[in-house]
């Protein structure tokens, strides 16, 4: 089946997500009815305080929603429409999730920490390019593997290091490397710099920028940190309890803030990135 052409690369109607649980009445409704769309090329930031529903949003995107069956605790779209390059992904069929997915990158909040402890860096960035091909040619991967690495500023001689022989921001740096090793035209970065020492902080956005930049895919980078959004994105949606407080340019999402969320965001806005 050909996929649908849309004009936006995501687009959020209305949506609802909650988390599964058998107990109907513990289900937690995660993201309330939020709408919004990203551009062909765009970097949309999304902001928020913890626990506003920034991670959920973005997993839903990432294609990590409404799969693995009834099991408690997994997020599910429950209401309004949320399509990737026109697909709708409200109980989408794994097949097409399957053929959706080698478009969208994922670096998750703990990309670093999900990194296998057993296969070296070279292994852990190729490994979606080998669940996805078994009989891959291990030359022509190695080199997609190397000029990644080289591209998230790593020095080669990293590739047959382990994980735990790394740094946080070097780690974080090989999650951000595997989740863009099959081109994906849609990157959806949770807390990019987690964990990531102040100093190199600014390093990893630089990377995601140049990277976006040279291969124009779109993007939703997910912070609790403004100067993280901002420093790449030129709008934002700004979530509180689930919800969109605010959605448009920075600078006018800030100008003149009513809500208590956007009146801090407005009082930290001059913060650096990882001050
Ligand atoms: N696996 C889960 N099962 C049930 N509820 C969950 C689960 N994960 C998150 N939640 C709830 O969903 C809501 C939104 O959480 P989410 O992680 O999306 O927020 P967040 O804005 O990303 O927060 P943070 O910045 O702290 O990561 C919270 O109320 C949280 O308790």
Redesign the pocket.
């Known amino acids: 089946m050909t996929e649908p052409v849309a004009k936006e690369v995501v687009r959020a109607d209305d949506l609802s997500i909650h ?1 599964r ?1 058998r107990d109907v009445r513990s289900r ?1 409704l ?1 993201v309330a009815g939020v709408s919004f769309e990203v551009a062909p090329g765009e970097i949309l930031g999304i902001v ?10 973005a997993a839903a995107i990432a294609l990590q929603a409404d799969w693995g069956g009834q099991e408690s ?2 997020p599910e779209i429950c209401g309004g429409s949320l399509k990737v390059f026109g697909t709708e992904l409200r109980r989408i069929g794994s097949r097409r999730r399957d053929r959706l997915q080698l478009s969208v990158g994922y670096l998750a ?1 703990d990309g670093a920490e999900r990194l296998d402890a057993r296969l070296t860096v070279a292994e852990n960035v190729a490994e979606p390019i080998y669940s996805r091909d078994r009989r891959f040619s291990s030359r022509e991967a190695g080199i997609a593997v190397a000029t990644l690495i080289d591209s998230v500023r790593l020095p080669l001689g990293l590739m047959n290091r382990y994980p735990f022989e790394l740094s946080s921001g070097q780690r974080q740096r090989v999650a951000l490397a595997r989740s863009l090793i099959l081109g994906p035209r849609l990157l959806v970065a949770d ?1 990019p710099t987690r964990g990531v020492d102040v100093t190199v902080r600014t390093g990893v956005l630089d990377v995601i920028r140049e990277l976006q930049a040279e291969h124009e895919f779109s993007a939703v980078i ?1 912070s ?1 940190d403004l100067a993280v959004t901002s420093y790449l994105a030129e709008r934002v949606v700004v ?1 509180s309890r ?1 919800t969109v407080v605010g959605l448009g340019p920075i600078n006018g999402v800030l100008a003149d803030p009513i809500h208590p969320y956007l009146k801090a965001l407005a009082a930290s806005r001059f913060d650096t990135v990882g001050a």
Not at 48 to 57: D, I, N, R
């Open positions: 988390y649980s937690c995660a928020g305080e913890s626990g506003s529903g920034k991670s959920t949003l605790g997994r909040q807390e997910v609790s979530m689930g």
